[in-house]
């Protein structure tokens, strides 16, 4: 009897510092730091963030415009949340701060599901020790090596669109020939693997990743509750990862499948030491990791892990901005017009057979500018939530109007907060842009725009920045710009009957879908007619 009191006694106190650590020892944030009311405790603005709106960030700009640039929101079961589009406070944790804010681990974790110990889902020294690996696959001569690739694939994209409207030109949906273009060339660059999903149509991994986010925008509250679980409860991660049902059943066969890609690269490089250069992304990272120090060094496991990180990051990123970028054009035939003649230009220089070079295209300003814009309206990844790994003040740009009345350039907060830090609203702040932030307008470009958050190409968010910011840029940069000089060149774009039904998506990753049938996957049907 004494030892079930004593059980009792034990069960009830481990709960209760179970339900104290869940539920109230969590940081808050001052309460005077404005925001709009929580429509409930369970969900938070979760469920409205990532579901309820528009298009993804509508709702966070409205937020933004009504309480200022830095507002507090409710995560699930309470948690207050910090957003903000503050360029000064962004360049603060992104930037200035190296590893002080780092990834959410429940993030991370969810990274190490789908594709294992890869660059996008580690954190803190073991992100600092992969990303030195990985910066010499990823220089801009690196790059440049993998000009062939683009051209070649650029020629099979046009072909198969060629292909599909015969001569008098059709209703396409664009996103899921880019979809292809753009794993086509990572397969190439990445690891000399030729999906050729171009020219045969799609395999496994092109129809999962075609559909990975079908399921994630989701408006119940259960749902929520089971993502909190599963951010909580790290061991339920470990289940479901085993547990061969829904999306999760099409993690496993992509983290398997391409672990078997690398699988097979690695061993290849292996057994290829001194044979000269590697002519893919893999190959490099294999050779760069060849040193004596295995400090510095990536183990089989984290290798292995690579090639799914960089088909998932890779693939649906440029995919959705190339659709984005001939949205644009369709509806902007003056615009088309000028690139395209832009590109004729160039051409009478080099010839119609000469593969254009980096220099070539970095001298197009019409199109550059046109990529510049699309990527500040649209950026895929829609905000970074990072933890803040010790008590801190965050200075502010835009000074906060506080509930109580005060006007304030600085928010202490306290180690473990979450920060929301949005590049939808960044790429739309008004302070940073001016009064027509929210209209797509590439001449804006043509006036010297301030880095503010030290970004790479141009100043938007949409790569990211600091530490953790996108390291496949160049690569990305160089995919929108053969691909569109390519599509330029041979064929003219207009808006079909579905292109005014086009919204961002709303979710974390937002791809281009069409309003109130975002369950058929990503789509921009465009007319394409051939020159
Ligand atoms: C238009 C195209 C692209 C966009 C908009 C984009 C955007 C981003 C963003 C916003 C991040 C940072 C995420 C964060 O801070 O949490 C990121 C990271 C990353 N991207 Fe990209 N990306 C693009 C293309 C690519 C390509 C083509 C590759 C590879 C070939 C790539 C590889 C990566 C990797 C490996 C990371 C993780 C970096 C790290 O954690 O250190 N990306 N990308």
């Avoid at 046009?158 to 273009?181: E, P, Y």
């Avoid at 799609?202 to 079908?214: A, G, P, R, T, Y």
């Avoid at 202490?412 to 307008?441: F, L, M, S």
């Avoid at 330029?488 to 049938?517: C, H, M, Y």
């Amino acid at each position: 009897m004494a030892l079930d009191v004593g059980i009792v006694g034990a069960t009830v106190l481990a709960l209760g510092i179970a339900i104290y650590k869940l539920f109230f020892d969590i940081p808050s944030l001052p309460s005077y730091i404005p925001g709009p009311p929580s429509p409930s405790w369970v969900a938070g603005h979760v469920i409205d963030v990532l579901g309820n709106q528009e298009r993804m960030g509508g709702l966070e700009s409205r937020w933004f415009r009504h309480y200022g640039a830095t507002i507090k929101t409710k995560g699930t079961f309470g948690r207050d949340i910090l957003m903000t589009s503050d360029a000064r406070a962004l360049n603060y944790i992104l930037n200035a701060t190296g590893y002080r804010y780092e990834k959410t681990p429940e993030l991370a974790m969810s990274l190490i599901t789908l594709g294992g110990p890869g660059l996008p889902a580690v954190t803190g020294m073991v992100h600092q020790r992969q990303r030195k690996v990985f910066s010499p696959a990823f220089s801009e001569s690196r790059i440049r090596m993998f000009a062939p690739v683009f051209q070649r694939i650029s020629k099979n994209l046009s072909q198969a669109i060629k292909n599909t409207i015969g001569k008098d030109g059709g209703a396409v949906n664009m996103h899921l020939w880019f979809g292809r273009a753009s794993l086509d060339t990572i397969g190439e660059a990445g690891f000399s693997h030729s999906f050729n999903t171009l020219l045969e149509g799609d395999c496994e991994i092109s129809e999962i990743l075609h559909h990975f986010l079908d399921d994630t925008g989701s408006n119940s509250k259960v749902f929520r509750v089971a993502i909190w679980a599963l951010e909580n409860f790290p061991i339920l991660q470990e289940i479901l990862a085993r547990s061969p049902v829904g999306v999760n059943a099409q993690f496993m066969k992509f983290k398997a499948r391409s672990r078997d890609l690398s699988a097979d690269i690695v061993r290849d490089v292996k057994q290829s030491v001194g044979e000269g250069e590697m002519d893919n992304m893999l190959s490099i990272l294999v050779r760069a990791n060849q040193g004596e120090d295995e400090k510095k060094k990536l183990s089989e496991e984290e290798l292995l892990a690579q090639a799914a990180h960089l088909m998932a990051a890779g693939q649906e990123s440029s995919a959705s901005t190339l659709a984005w970028i001939f949205y644009y054009l369709s509806k902007n035939p003056d615009i088309q017009e000028a690139v395209r003649k832009e590109i004729a230009d160039v051409r009478a220089h080099t010839g119609l057979d000469t593969h254009l070079s980096t220099q070539d295209y970095d001298s197009m300003t019409m199109l550059n500018i046109v990529i510049k814009e699309t990527l500040r309206m649209h950026p895929i990844l829609g905000t970074f939530p990072r933890v803040a790994q010790f008590d801190d003040i965050i200075p502010l740009g835009e000074p906060m109007l506080t509930t109580d009345g005060r006007t304030i350039d600085r928010i202490p907060i306290k180690k473990g907060q979450v920060i929301e830090c949005t590049a939808h609203g960044y790429n739309r702040n008004p302070a940073v842009w001016g009064p027509d932030a929210e209209e797509w307008n590439p001449r804006r470009w043509e006036k010297k725009i301030e880095n503010f958050v030290n970004a790479p190409f141009g100043c938007s968010l949409t790569f990211g920045a600091g530490a953790r910011g996108c390291i496949g840029w160049r690569f990305g940069v160089m995919e929108l710009q053969s691909y569109t000089t390519e599509m330029l060149e041979n064929f003219r774009f207009q808006p079909s009957k579905e292109t005014d039904a086009v919204i961002a998506w709303p979710g974390v990753f937002s791809s281009p879908r069409l309003a109130g049938r975002g369950g058929e996957g990503a789509q921009m049907p465009l007319f394409v007619t051939p020159l």
